[in-house]
């Protein structure tokens, strides 16, 4: 009812003055992490940066750029404080500058765009993957968003906005059946993928359902690797000489996202947290990667202390 409210009001409301709150809270936060931490810049992405937010209802998320490594629980402090005074700070991705290179072959093209400063210091290694990182955007929006199902006009201004940035321009109402359609056709040469996608569409309408505790298409662990267990290590060597090389290559660019959303969120997680994992997932990355690829994946397991 209340983000109706706001949603109403933006609609009317100049876009300064819906600006007005967000603006405040990124100008308090940059001149807070000049005085927390040396030789480091905080900017905003995703819709305030873009411009596409609704006023009260979009969270404010935050990029910081570090030239050394920083006390991770100091940040943490920091944005505890900030979040008491600006309720609507949303996610902060961490980054020290020395690590630029590296991560930037891990990266998903179209998350990449969502920040526009880090899409200029950071190298293009993902604009080979343009056609798969396509895919994986949406199966990630299709898996974060608990709303889906629903016609309300700030979740379908949001998703088409989404789409919009893929190049796909669709005035009807947007659900989970038009997402299906819509990845279907990039998954054409699979029938698995297809029966796998399905499945979870339609247990994506069912809220409550828990990922390790149901019963899923054998092949979500292609869609999803981070999501399943992959714990018959005997089979996964034979399962994996099975796919395809478009299904490969989505396994790879989720593992890809996970590695890169790992290290952006270190200062959250604990090694022990991290480590079975990611030893976990390295072990089909190993199956898939070339040789150099794994490599960089081993710095950014090293990055993270692992």
Known sequence: MIKTILWKADQFMPRWLARLPYSMAELESQTKVQELFSL????????????SFVFGVSDLDLTLLTDSEID???????????????????????????????????????EKERDPILSELIPDNSNKFKGVDKIIFLLRL????????????????????????????????????????????HFLDSPQL????????QLKKNHDFKFFETELHPYFKVLYPHQDYWSDEVHNPIFI??????????????????????????????????????????????????GDEFAKAKKVLGILGI
Not at 40 to 51: F, K, Q
Not at 95 to 108: A, G, K, P
Request: hydrophobic fraction near 40%; glycine fraction near 4%; include cysteine.
């Open 241 to 290: 000489g099975q796919l395809s090389s478009l299904e490969k290559l989505i396994l790879k660019r989720q593992i890809d996202w996970e590695l890169w959303g790992l290290y952006t969120q270190r200062y959250w997680l604990t090694l022990e947290n991290m480590k079975t994992h990611l030893e976990r997932l390295m072990k089909l990355y190993f199956l898939i990667a070339s």
């Open 142 to 185: 299709l898996q974060s968003d608990k709303q889906l199902v629903t016609s309300s006009e700030i979740r379908q201004k949001k998703w088409k906005q989404h789409l919009e940035q893929l190049g796909i321009h669709d005035r009807g109402l947007f659900n989970e059946e038009k997402l299906q359609w819509i990845l279907e056709q």
């Open 194 to 201: 297809i029966e796998a996608l399905r499945n979870f569409v």
């Open 72 to 110: 991770h629980a100091r940040l943490k402090l920091f944005l505890k404080e900030q979040k008491k005074k600006w309720p609507f700070l949303g996610e902060l991705n961490l980054y020290n500058r020395q690590h630029l290179e590296i991560i930037s072959h891990f990266i998903n093209h179209y």
């Open 40 to 51: 480091s810049t905080l900017w905003i992405r995703n819709s305030v940066c873009l411009g």
